[in-house]
């Protein structure tokens, strides 16, 4: 198939131009394929706080997402996402006070598999497809209330190239929360702006000047609810009914945010935001305490993947 007497810097035929392992479908070949590593990601959150209603936190936060074709589709392929966090926490310090009292360990964990699938069957109508299982604790006992199981089904309506609907629900197996409608409106009126207003993570988006090969996003966000939910050693100074016994403890807040984002020509991301955290409670499934209220905090947030 390929003639070596062609005129120098012809591009040569490919050697198997029928190979079914590179075809994937009808006028389609090799090079629509998605990357099987999509990315490598890095977060931090810092949240200060300390003291009797204070709540500090110091996220630190490592996963990796990979492709893998799903039904012969390599445009909607499933995209898996291995994970693993530590939360550090300070505060609330409150075992001098009235029993029973809220307290924390120095550390929690997240170890979790993420998949997301986002079908699009036809061009008006897709969805947004999400299940998570994951292990949440301080790692001191793991119990079967360790294991945490979320989830997330939308269904997206595509009214035209720059107007989407989308509603569904969110189960988020929580100790004070389980389940949550979610959905809303999809706006992008021009190349410059997005207005995602879709409860519970609205955003929107305006695109900067770019600086070189880099292109900038300035975005306004808020959600809810953050946090999460660990199996926990109670401390041995607290309320007799529960010292030193395994509890199921869940930390939820609202938050508001402004950041920047950015996308390099060389495929690194990244952003960094800063904001307010409020309604920041600590459910216990013991109900000792029944809730404790955090005193509102500002936070910074930022993240790096390639």
Same mark, same amino acid.
């Given at each position: 198939?390929?003639?070596?007497?062609? *005129?120098?810097?012809?591009?040569?035929?490919?050697?198997?131009?029928?190979? #079914?392992?590179?075809?994937?479908?009808?006028?389609?070949?090799?090079?629509?394929?998605?990357?099987?590593?999509?990315?490598?990601?890095?977060?931090?959150?810092?949240?200060?706080?300390?003291?009797?209603?204070?709540?500090?936190?110091?996220?630190?936060?490592?996963?990796?997402?990979?492709?893998?074709?799903?039904?012969?589709?390599?445009?909607?392929?499933?995209?898996?996402?291995?994970?693993?966090?530590?939360?550090?926490?300070?505060?609330?310090?409150?075992? /001098?006070?009235?029993?029973? #009292?809220?307290?924390?360990?120095?550390?929690?964990?997240?170890?979790?598999?993420?998949?997301?699938?986002?079908?699009?069957?036809?061009?008006?109508?897709?969805?947004?497809?999400?299940?998570?299982?994951?292990?949440?604790?301080?790692?001191?006992?793991?119990?079967?209330?360790?294991?945490?199981?979320?989830?997330?089904?939308?269904?997206?309506?595509?009214?035209?190239?720059?107007?989407?609907?989308?509603?569904?629900?969110?189960?988020?197996?929580?100790?004070?929360?389980?389940?949550?409608?979610?959905?809303?409106?999809?706006?992008? *009126?021009?190349?410059?702006?997005?207005?995602?207003?879709?409860?519970?993570?609205?955003?929107?988006?305006?695109?900067?000047?770019?600086?070189?090969?880099?292109?900038?996003?300035?975005?306004?966000?808020?959600?809810?609810?953050?946090?999460?939910?660990?199996?926990?050693?109670?401390?041995?100074?607290?309320?007799?009914?529960?010292?030193?016994?395994?509890?199921?403890?869940?930390?939820?807040?609202?938050?508001?945010?402004?950041?920047?984002?950015?996308?390099?020509?060389?495929?690194?991301?990244?952003?960094?935001?800063?904001?307010?955290?409020?309604?920041?409670? /600590?459910?216990?499934?013991?109900?000792?305490?029944?809730?404790?209220?955090?005193?509102?905090?500002?936070? /910074?947030?930022?993240?790096?993947?390639?």
């Amino acid at each position: 198939m390929w003639d070596p007497y062609q *005129p120098p810097g012809t591009t040569p035929a490919t050697l198997l131009p029928q190979d #079914p392992s590179f075809q994937l479908g009808s006028g389609q070949w090799a090079g629509t394929m998605q990357k099987f590593l999509q990315e490598v990601r890095l977060d931090y959150l810092w949240m200060p706080g300390s003291g009797a209603t204070e709540i500090g936190m110091n996220d630190i936060g490592l996963s990796a997402t990979f492709a893998l074709p799903l039904f012969y589709n390599a445009q909607t392929p499933l995209l898996v996402t291995p994970g693993f966090m530590i939360h550090c926490w300070s505060g609330p310090e409150t075992l /001098l006070g009235p029993p029973p #009292p809220a307290d924390l360990p120095g550390q929690t964990y997240d170890a979790y598999l993420d998949a997301a699938w986002n079908p699009q069957p036809t061009p008006t109508f897709g969805a947004e497809l999400n299940f998570r299982i994951g292990v949440g604790a301080d790692f001191k006992k793991v119990t079967t209330r360790s294991l945490r199981f979320t989830g997330k089904g939308l269904a997206v309506l595509n009214l035209s190239p720059s107007f989407q609907l989308k509603g569904g629900m969110i189960y988020y197996d929580r100790v004070h929360l389980k389940l949550l409608p979610a959905g809303g409106v999809v706006w992008t *009126p021009t190349q410059d702006w997005r207005f995602d207003i879709v409860f519970p993570y609205p955003r929107i988006t305006k695109r900067l000047n770019s600086v070189g090969t880099t292109e900038w996003w300035l975005y306004f966000a808020g959600s809810y609810p953050n946090g999460g939910a660990w199996t926990i050693k109670r401390a041995d100074e607290a309320d007799p009914a529960i010292a030193g016994q395994i509890d199921l403890v869940d930390y939820t807040d609202m938050r508001v945010a402004a950041g920047l984002e950015f996308k390099a020509i060389n495929n690194v991301r990244g952003f960094v935001e800063s904001g307010v955290a409020f309604e920041r409670q /600590l459910h216990y499934r013991s109900d000792l305490p029944d809730v404790f209220y955090a005193n509102v905090s500002v936070f /910074l947030h930022a993240g790096l993947a390639y």
